[in-house]
């Protein structure tokens, strides 16, 4: 069964820290991986999109790495900042014209 | 210029009334989705459409019925609504597959 796992479900962390955000899949034969970022009420907006050949993407101050071997992602945030509190959602293309879905991690700044 | 729009954006009714959902794309995607996201915060594929064709069914309740008039507009009707329909559903696109956009999202709410 295709999954996709996104731990830990809440992260606190204090302004202007890094940080590093964890996305785990059951299938290695992936088409391509998005992070959402998600606020309150609100919609999705895309954040970076990796390819199944790439190996990370960059924009801004965010990094997303892609280990298609181990079945990992990771979405780096440098110098955080308030507004960066949402939660983030890693979203995988297992190659059947779909996106399933992490379950989030609640991203939480502190001023 | 929005590129997914849906409406509504809130839709309150009553059980076993029928409603619909509308979504429009202006990017020239070729293929459109449904999500929902439940009351955990949880997305997950409904329906998807390429070209007017659908493509992917998940085990959706029949009441729920897609249709796809042009390749830009795919809109959601729900018969006989339950309380359990509850939640916010999303309309995305994309070309070829790769990256999805999504819409500002339509929170239903069946009292």
């Known amino acids: 069964k295709q999954e996709v796992t996104q731990i830990p479900a809440a992260l606190s962390v204090p302004e202007g820290e890094n940080l590093v955000l964890n996305c785990s899949f059951t299938?290695?034969?992936?088409?391509?991986l998005q992070w959402f970022r998600q606020d309150p009420g609100k919609g999705l907006t895309s954040l970076l999109l990796i390819q199944s050949s790439q190996r990370e993407q960059t924009s801004g101050r965010l990094n997303a790495s892609l280990d298609k071997s181990s079945g990992r992602s990771t979405l780096y945030i440098a110098a955080s900042q308030p507004g960066d509190s949402a939660t983030y959602l890693c979203?995988?293309?297992?190659?059947?014209?779909?996106?399933?879905f992490g379950t989030g991690t609640r991203l939480t700044i502190i001023p | 210029d929005t590129a997914v729009s849906q409406t509504p954006k809130y839709l309150v009714t009553q059980m076993g009334n029928d409603k619909s959902i509308k979504c429009e794309q202006n990017?020239?995607?070729?293929?459109m989705y449904w999500y929902k996201q439940d009351s955990k915060k949880f997305l997950k594929i409904m329906f998807s459409y390429n070209n007017k064709e659908l493509i992917i069914n998940e085990t959706v309740p029949n009441r729920f019925s897609p249709k796809s008039p042009d390749k830009a507009h795919l809109n959601l009707h729900i018969n006989s609504l339950e309380l359990g329909d509850s939640a916010v559903y999303f309309c995305?696109?994309?070309?070829?597959?790769?990256?999805?956009?999504f819409g500002p999202g339509t929170r239903l709410t069946v009292t």
């Open positions: 990017l020239g995607h070729d293929t």
């Open positions: 299938d290695s034969a992936i088409y391509n």
């Open positions: 995305a696109s994309s070309q070829n597959s790769v990256e999805q956009y």
């Open positions: 979203a995988v293309n297992f190659g059947n014209e779909k996106l399933t």
